[in-house]
C-alpha cells in the first residue's frame, strides 16, 4: 500500500430490482467530504443542505445536486478525474467489491454501462475495508455499524438504523437524513481504513487496480 491514503466510497440506491439508481454518491477525502445528490427531477438546495450538514456533523462537507442518474454519474467521474490521484490515493468501501461480490461498485459499474457514461474510478487502487477489519476481533459483528461500534464507538451524524430506510427517504425527499446517512457511512469507512493503516500488514491489503484493461 507504500503511502497511499485511503479516499472512502459508499453509494445510496433506490432498491435493489433491475430498474433501481444511485441516489447518493459519497467521497470521504482527507480535508473533507463530496456527497452527489440524485433527486429524480426534484429540486433540493445544494446551499442549504451543505449548511445543515456540517452543522449536525462537525465535518467540512460540499453538496452536487443532480436530476437524474447520469448526470450524477458524470458528476462523480468529473470529481474524481480532478481530485483523486493514483499516486496519492487508494479507494475504499465496505463491501465495496470482494472476490465474493460486493455492492456498490458492481452497481455504479453497471449504473455506467446503462447511462453510457465513463467509469470513474481508472488507475485507482482498491482494497475492501470489510477484508481489512477481519484482521480485528470483533466478536460476531460484520456490518459496518458495528465493526465501526466494536472497534471505534465515535459519534455520528446517522439519522437511521439501516440503509433500507435511505430509500424510503430518498422517495420521500428526505434529502438532509438521506445525505447524512451516507455521509456518517463515508466517515466510518474512511476510519477503520486508517486504523488498518495502523495496525494491519500490508501484504493483507489486497490492493487491485480497478482501471479496466483497454482503458
Not at 456498490?104 to 449504473?111: G, I, K, Q, T, Y
Not at 455499524?145 to 464507538?153: K, N, R
Not at 440503509?163 to 466510518?188: F, K, M, P, T
Amino acid at each position: 500500500m507504500g503511502d497511499l491514503t485511503p479516499i472512502a466510497f459508499d453509494i445510496e440506491t433506490s432498491g435493489l430490482d433491475p430498474g433501481a439508481v444511485v441516489t447518493v454518491a459519497g467521497l470521504a477525502l482527507p480535508l473533507g467530504s463530496w456527497l452527489a445528490l440524485n433527486t429524480t427531477g426534484r429540486d433540493a438546495d445544494a446551499d442549504r443542505l451543505e449548511a445543515d450538514l456540517e452543522h449536525a456533523s462537525g465535518s467540512n462537507v460540499r453538496v452536487a445536486v443532480y436530476h437524474d442518474e447520469a448526470d450524477l454519474l458524470r458528476g462523480l467521474d468529473a470529481f474524481t478525474d480532478e481530485h483523486l490521484n493514483g499516486d496519492r490515493h487508494y479507494l475504499t468501501a465496505y463491501n465495496g467489491e470482494t472476490w465474493r461480490g460486493g455492492f456498490d461498485l458492481p452497481f455504479v459499474r453497471s449504473a455506467c454501462v446503462r447511462r453510457d457514461v465513463d467509469w470513474p474510478f481508472p488507475d485507482m487502487a482498491f482494497a475492501d475495508t470489510m477484508t481489512l477489519v477481519d484482521r480485528f476481533h470483533t466478536g460476531d459483528v460484520g456490518d459496518l455499524v458495528g465493526v465501526y461500534d466494536a472497534l471505534v464507538d465515535g459519534e455520528h451524524c446517522d439519522p437511521f438504523d439501516d440503509s433500507d430506510s435511505a430509500v424510503a427517504a430518498h422517495e420521500q425527499g428526505e434529502w438532509l437524513d438521506l445525505l447524512s446517512h451516507n455521509l456518517a457511512d463515508i466517515e466510518r469507512t474512511r476510519e477503520l481504513a486508517l486504523l488498518a493503516g495502523r495496525f494491519v500488514a500490508k501484504s493483507d491489503f489486497r490492493m487491485k487496480n480497478l482501471s479496466p484493461p483497454d482503458r
